[in-house]
C-alpha cells in the first residue's frame, strides 16, 4: 500500500512537471531536491524561459526578523516597479507560521491574502483561549462568555444557558458574574432558580471562572493561558489524533509564544495588542496584493515570485517526520511542489533561531537546503561562523554575505 501511495504520488508530481513555466534555474533547484528522494527516475527538465536569475538563500536571525525581510523585500521590489503585489506568495509549512508573516504585514501597513486557511486570530481555537482570557479580565463579557462556557464540553446546554441568562438579568447581574457567585458560594440563594443538575454544572465552571479571576492581576498572561489550558483539558479536546488537530494545537502554541512576549502580571496589554492585529478585515482571492499559504495549500498554483519561509529543520521537514521515512519523502515532494510553484524568482529564506517563550532558541537550517547545487544560488559566501548552528558537514551550499539582489 505504502509503495502504491508513493507510486501516487509520484505521478501526480510528473503531471505537474508537464506544466511548469519556472525559469531553468528554478526547475534545475527543483530537480535537485526531489531526485533525492529514493526510487525516484532522475529527469532533466527544460523550458523555454530562459536560465532566469539564481534561487536567493536568505539567512534571518530569527522568524520575526525573517517575516520582516519578507515584507521589506515586497513593499523594495513593488517600490522599484520590478513586481505587482499580486506577484508575490509567501510559502510555509504550518499554518501556525502565519501569525509572525501576518502581523509584518499589518505593521508595515501591507494588504495581504490568505489562501485556504483563516487568517490567524480567525482559527477557531485562538477565537477560545482568546475569550478565555477575556473573560477573565472582563467577567462581564457575556459575548466571550457565550463561546467558551461550554467549550470543552461540560453539559451545559442551551436551556441551563438561557436559565442562567435570564436569572442574571433578573438580579441585575452579568452571567459571567453570577457564575462566579455559584461558584464561590455553595449556599447561594441563586442555586434555587436552577434544576440540581444545571446548579452543578454551572457552579463547577463558577469555580474555575472564580479561580482565574482571583490569579489574574498575579499572573502573566502566559501563565494564565497554561492555567486555563490545564484546567479545561484544552489539548486533548482540540488534539484529537488527526493532522487537523495537531495543525490547531500548534496554533495554540504560537499563541503562548506570542504571550511570552507580555512578562507582566496584566492580561489588558495583551488583550489590547490582539485586539488591534485580529480586528482587520479578509482581502478577496482576486485583490493585488501579496499572497499567503501552506505548501499544502500551493499545489497547482503559480506566481511570479515566490518566498518559501522556515526552512529549518523541525519545521521543513517537519519534526512528525523525522522518523519516518515515508513522511520525510513526502516532506521533500512538499519543499519540491513550493519551489516549482515559482515563475521568475525564487526566495529561501531560514533562521538562526526561533522565538519560543519569550526568547530565542537555535535551531538547524532545513537539511533539504543541502540539496539544491551551490552554482544555482546567489552567493556563496557565508562564513561557518556567521551561519552558527549549522552542522560541521560536508555542505554543498553556502549563503551570501552581500546585499539582497
Do not use: C
Amino acid at each position: 500500500v505504502l509503495r502504491f501511495e508513493r507510486d501516487f504520488r509520484d505521478a501526480q508530481l510528473i503531471l505537474l512537471e508537464q506544466n511548469y513555466r519556472s525559469t531553468q534555474v528554478i526547475l534545475d533547484a527543483a530537480m535537485a531536491v526531489i531526485d533525492r528522494n529514493p526510487d525516484r527516475t532522475h529527469k532533466h527538465l527544460f523550458t523555454d524561459r530562459g536560465r532566469g536569475q539564481k534561487v536567493h538563500v536568505h539567512l534571518a536571525y530569527d522568524d520575526r526578523i525573517e517575516a520582516s525581510y519578507v515584507v521589506d523585500k515586497i513593499a523594495s521590489l513593488v517600490a522599484r516597479s520590478q513586481a505587482q503585489p499580486g506577484d508575490f506568495a509567501i510559502m510555509y509549512r504550518t499554518n501556525a507560521q502565519s501569525r509572525v508573516l501576518e502581523e509584518a504585514f499589518l505593521s508595515a501597513g501591507i494588504p495581504y491574502k490568505l489562501v485556504g486557511a483563516q487568517r490567524f486570530y480567525g482559527r477557531r481555537e485562538i477565537k477560545d483561549i482568546i475569550a478565555f482570557l477575556r473573560l477573565i479580565h472582563n467577567p462581564g463579557d457575556e459575548l466571550s462568555l457565550l463561546r467558551i462556557i461550554n467549550v470543552p464540553t461540560r453539559g451545559i446546554g442551551d436551556k441551563t444557558l438561557n436559565a442562567l441568562r435570564t436569572r442574571a438579568q433578573k438580579i441585575g447581574l452579568q452571567p459571567g458574574e453570577l457564575l462566579i457567585e455559584l461558584g464561590g458560594d455553595p449556599d447561594s440563594a441563586h442555586r434555587n432558580a436552577f434544576t440540581p443538575r444545571a446548579a452543578a454544572v454551572l457552579s463547577r465552571f463558577g469555580i474555575l471562572l472564580a479561580g482565574w479571576k482571583a490569579l489574574r492581576d498575579t499572573f502573566t498572561p502566559l501563565a494564565m493561558m497554561d492555567r486555563v489550558i490545564n484546567d479545561t483539558d484544552y489539548q486533548p479536546y482540540i488534539e484529537d489524533g488527526t493532522e487537523e488537530g495537531q495543525d490547531r494545537w500548534e496554533n495554540v502554541m504560537e499563541l503562548r509564544r506570542l504571550a511570552a512576549d507580555f512578562p507582566d502580571r496584566d492580561l489588558e496589554p495583551f488583550l489590547e495588542q490582539v485586539a488591534l492585529v485580529s480586528d482587520q478585515d479578509t482581502l478577496e482571492a482576486g485583490a493585488n496584493a501579496p499572497t499567503l499559504l501552506t505548501l499544502h495549500a500551493a499545489k497547482g498554483l503559480e506566481f511570479p515570485v515566490v518566498f518559501i519561509v522556515g526552512l529549518n529543520d523541525g519545521i521543513l521537514p517537519h519534526s512528525r517526520s523525522h522518523d519516518d521515512p515515508e513522511e520525510m519523502m513526502e516532506e521533500r515532494r512538499l519543499f519540491y511542489v513550493g519551489i516549482t510553484r515559482a515563475k521568475d524568482r525564487l526566495f529561501l529564506v531560514f533562521s538562526l533561531n526561533r522565538s519560543a517563550y519569550g526568547y530565542s532558541e537555535p535551531v538547524d537550517p532545513s537539511r533539504f537546503l543541502r540539496d539544491i547545487p551551490e552554482e544555482l544560488l546567489d552567493g556563496a559566501q557565508l562564513r561557518r561562523q556567521q551561519a552558527g548552528r549549522i552542522p560541521a558537514r560536508p555542505e554543498r551550499w553556502q549563503v551570501s554575505e552581500k546585499q539582497d539582489p
